[in-house]
């Protein structure tokens, strides 16, 4: 096959869900052969075909790897690397990298396409924001030969919220609210710590952040996950989609399940050390939603006629869809002009290698169908 019908594939992070990705691409490799991975990078080591038309084996790559001598690429050779390739490019790029983040428009000037997870490129400045937008392909401007941009897996892992707002936005639908459960984490610590049913009362909030932890449900420090910031990531991102034009995340309310006195321990393992001290704050939020017959969550909320977010613990009735989540899984509403009184409701697992990989995977797929 000729070099101007491959599609040269360059990923960077081949961690938890970069693994997986690389997992994902050899299947995918079978339905489009076109494919030529010629670059995996990571935080020490890098792997780099060394021609085009020999591509990296999709079947060895961490062994490849593993056994590589090359350092790591910066961005600004990771750019050289695939600017001297043909067209038809993309960057898969599966770390949380700022500085990766900041050079998307640098890529997309250069026609390189951009599949990521990454929160930070679409969640940080505007003026990011607002570069990467006039940086990527425009229909109707097509003597612009810049690259796609894609980045489902940035809200929701897998679940097609990216999309679904993106199709609603693209039909002509007005969006009024958006509301939901945007942390896997979040959701699966108050489904086993304040359960919808009542059947079964959970444990106090220090043994189910504990649990949690061991099951591998948050980050290795789970401040990470309590401190509501990830979740305002993710509205910044769909609030921006329909043009609430909000700063970032400091420029709203985000509630914190931290404890103030925890706030400057150094550890992870000092933290949960201490955190059933104050397990009766947390008692007392769930004893009150009990007594009003309710149950209480982290909600992520977008007023968009108000232009106002809003992350934090709400109490919910027990009938609300929210209350009802099981285990990590997210749910996001969108009440728009079409969907008033029943919102149009995506739900699933919102976490996880896999699933989070997926998402890039379907990204990627829609990219190789629109440049091949």
Do not use: C
């Not at 106090?204 to 979740?231: C, H, I, M, Q, Y």
């Amino acid at each position: 096959m000729s070099s101007v019908n491959q599609i040269y594939i360059a990923v960077l992070g081949a961690g938890g869900v970069g693994r997986h990705f690389l997992s994902q691409l050899s299947v995918l490799s079978h339905k489009f052969p076109n494919i030529s991975l010629v670059l995996i990078s990571r935080s020490t080591k890098s792997l780099r075909a060394s021609h085009r038309t020999t591509p990296l084996s999709l079947e060895t790559w961490e062994k490849d790897l593993n056994e590589s001598t090359s350092p790591a690429l910066t961005v600004t050779q990771t750019l050289k690397f695939l600017g001297e390739l043909p067209d038809k490019r993309v960057l898969v790029d599966n770390t949380s990298s700022q500085d990766v983040a900041d050079s998307y428009p640098a890529f997309l000037k250069q026609g390189i396409s951009v599949v990521t997870p990454n929160k930070k490129a679409f969640s940080s400045t505007m003026d990011l924001w607002t570069s990467i937008q006039e940086s990527s392909y425009r229909p109707y401007a097509p003597y612009l030969s810049y690259g796609l941009m894609y980045h489902e897996s940035s809200v929701g892992a897998g679940l097609p919220i990216i999309s679904t707002l993106t199709d609603l936005i693209a039909t002509g639908d007005t969006v009024r609210r958006i509301e939901g459960v945007f942390s896997g984490t979040l959701s699966y610590l108050f489904n086993n710590f304040a359960p919808a049913d009542g059947s079964a009362k959970g444990g106090t909030w220090s043994d189910e952040v504990r649990k949690a932890k061991e099951a591998g449900f948050t980050e290795p420090d789970p401040r990470d996950d309590l401190n509501g910031v990830d979740v305002a990531r993710k509205l910044v991102i769909l609030a921006r989609m329909v043009g609430v034009p909000v700063e970032g995340t400091g420029s709203f309310p985000v509630q914190s399940l931290i404890p103030a006195e925890l706030e400057r321990v150094g550890s992870a393992e000092a933290f949960m050390e201490r955190l059933g001290e104050f397990d009766k704050r947390m008692d007392e939020v769930r004893n009150e939603a009990v007594r009003e017959g309710k149950v209480v969550r982290f909600v992520g909320r977008v007023d968009v006629e108000a232009k106002a977010l809003k992350v934090g613990l709400e109490k919910l009735d027990k009938a609300h869809p929210i209350a009802g989540l099981e285990g990590s899984d997210n749910i996001v509403s969108f009440y728009t002009e079409r969907y008033v009184d029943n919102p149009l409701v995506v739900r699933g697992a919102g976490a996880g290698g896999a699933v989070t990989a997926m998402g890039v995977t379907a990204d990627l797929i829609k990219v190789i169908q629109r440049v091949s």
